[in-house]
């Protein structure tokens, strides 16, 4: 779920505005996963841009205020969040760890970088949300250490089923700043893309992994 209105479309903007989202229905990217893509979006450019950084980290600030009061550790996931995730914890004095996919295979083999927060409130920082099977396995990862994960906050969701579903099961609240939906608002208003290709990237959601644009 989005927290604002107005704050996922100002988000989708800021993100258009600095090309950290790129749309192409007519020149496909092709995902690591083999799936091709009219979207690609890169959060981690915000960190080179401070007046929408901190707006991002302004946004992340208000929802723990407002959902996550209590939290006492704020976890970012490796590697796309840890910028950001340690600009939040910073702006709330609060302990940062982040988490790799998986141990390291040398020195202390951490997955969890920081101290290990066992028996503390933890609330997740992500920067994206496909499928939400990486970011889930950080949570995974905190619940072996007996972490109390609160939720996870995202900068931007593709809202796709698979995503949902494995939220669900796996009981994690999920807030985000924007997701796919405010962003193709936007781009419509705003004349971002032709009015003929909006079709184009709103059948893409319904199916990615078997779409192609021909």
């Not at 028996?119 to 949300?129: C, N």
């Not at 970011?135 to 698979?162: D, E, R, W």
């Amino acid at each position: 779920m989005i927290f604002n209105s107005n704050v996922a479309k100002k988000t989708a903007s800021e993100l258009l505005k600095i090309d950290a989202i790129k749309l192409q229905p007519n020149d496909p990217f092709t995902w690591a996963s083999g799936w091709k893509s009219p979207i690609y979006c890169d959060n981690r450019i915000a960190l080179s841009f401070p007046d929408t950084r901190n707006f991002l980290k302004e946004q992340f600030a208000a929802i723990v205020k407002d959902k996550y009061a209590d939290v006492e550790v704020i976890a970012g996931v490796a590697t796309g969040a840890i910028g950001i995730g340690m600009l939040v914890a910073d702006t709330l004095d609060l302990p940062f760890i982040y988490i790799r996919p998986e141990a390291k295979k040398h020195g202390r083999q951490n997955q969890i970088e920081g101290i290990v927060p066992e028996g503390k409130k933890v609330l997740v920082i992500e920067d994206l949300i496909s499928t939400g099977k990486s970011s889930l396995l950080a949570v995974g990862a905190l619940n072996k250490c007996n972490a109390h994960v609160m939720g996870m906050i995202a900068i931007f969701s593709y809202g796709f089923q698979i995503a949902d579903a494995n939220f669900k099961a796996a009981n994690v609240n999920l807030t985000t700043l924007s997701n796919y939906d405010n962003l193709i608002e936007l781009a419509q208003e705003e004349a971002v893309i032709e009015e003929a290709l909006v079709d184009t990237l709103k059948s893409w959601r319904k199916d990615p992994a078997n779409w192609n644009n021909n």
